[in-house]
């Protein structure tokens, strides 16, 4: 596979006087890789492939065009993107600048990734055309832990797969359903009928290794017209609320309080068994005492709690098993 760089924006680095260590920011480039295939056949010398152009839209706008790149090994990767989803369009050409064959796909570039396409089969030109048919694409994200936030990540929303159904709403048509894995990021669906479609995305994660349905778009009615992809982008998915559970944390001291430590705040976090960083953490008013905080996806947890005195440095830790619906009770002791 041949690299393809571009160039890159550097950024000047942030200080901070906070005592805290920060993660590292959010990349927002990340790399688009891809195989081709020219009618089912791998190889560029086999195809008589010489040479591509790729341009590469977003929203219908070009915002990159590669002219005249080499057919070398069995694909492509673009470096420097910047995140978001791409159409890319490619053409190839003969020795002779004869084009030969062309075919197009949609991918979503995550920041600080390379994101693999797969295959892309490029059609011969000249070949009769396919009947009349039109197709869908979308990806998916997920409202978690709130309605007005967007996980991309499928760990942090805990799903492990998603159903897609696509639905005839009339006449001609079969139903299509199929189950991808949540890395997959996306599906196209094609062959469709021209026709009204209601398209349905149910994502799946795991309590106990029992199956436990997390998020459901519901229906959402579609048209899909001849020679055309009906781009969705990305699909968010609601949570089902009653597959999410709250904590309910508590904290005292072994043998003091919030005034006799002289602890004016208690900081809280809350670690998802797998994951190496808490997934929520925050600091709290001492006296408050106790505090609900929402929305989790069920699984086990470390919930710690860590305090500074006058004098001395005060922490606690418990594991929970966080049940779907449910509401976990937990006590923290703190002590030096």
């Excluded at 040479?51 to 005249?68: A, K, N, S, W, Y």
């Excluded at 189950?179 to 996306?186: A, I, K, N, Q, R």
């Amino acid at each position: 596979m041949k690299l393809l760089t571009l160039p890159l924006l550097v950024l000047p680095a942030l200080s901070t006087a906070c005592i805290f260590v920060s993660p590292p920011p959010h990349d927002p480039y990340g790399d688009l890789s891809f195989d081709w295939s020219f009618a089912g056949e791998p190889s560029c010398d086999q195809a008589g492939v010489d040479e591509l152009d790729l341009t590469l839209l977003q929203g219908g706008e070009v915002v990159l065009v590669i002219e005249r790149e080499p057919c070398v090994g069995g694909g492509l990767t673009i470096t420097d993107l910047r995140e978001g989803v791409y159409e890319v369009a490619i053409d190839a050409f003969s020795r002779e600048s004869v084009p030969l064959f062309a075919g197009s796909f949609s991918a979503r570039v995550v920041g600080g990734e390379d994101s693999y396409a797969g295959v892309v089969e490029l059609d011969a030109i000249g070949d009769p055309p396919p009947p009349a048919s039109g197709a869908v694409a979308l990806f998916w994200g997920f409202n978690y832990p709130t309605d007005d936030t967007t996980m991309f990540d499928c760990a942090t929303a805990g799903v492990e797969e998603l159903d897609v159904f696509v639905t005839p709403q009339g006449a001609g048509g079969a139903p299509y359903d199929s189950t991808f894995l949540c890395e997959d990021e996306g599906v196209l669906v094609e062959n469709l009928p021209p026709g009204r479609y209601a398209v349905r995305l149910m994502a799946y994660g795991a309590y106990h290794n029992d199956d436990l349905l997390l998020y459901d778009t519901g229906d959402i009615v579609i048209d899909v017209l001849a020679g055309d992809i009906a781009e969705l982008g990305d699909v968010l998915l609601p949570r089902i609320d009653q597959a999410f559970s709250d904590f309910d944390v508590a904290w005292t001291f072994a043998a003091d309080s919030c005034a006799s430590t002289g602890v004016a705040e208690v900081t809280l976090a809350f670690t998802r068994f797998g994951f190496d960083a808490p997934e929520d953490s925050f600091a709290v008013d001492c006296t408050a005492t106790s505090v609900l905080r929402r929305t989790f996806v069920p699984g086990s947890y470390t919930v710690s709690a860590s305090a500074q005195g006058t004098s001395d440095d005060y922490v606690a830790a418990v594991t929970v098993d966080l049940a779907p619906d449910s509401v976990a009770q937990v006590d923290l002791v703190l002590a030096p």
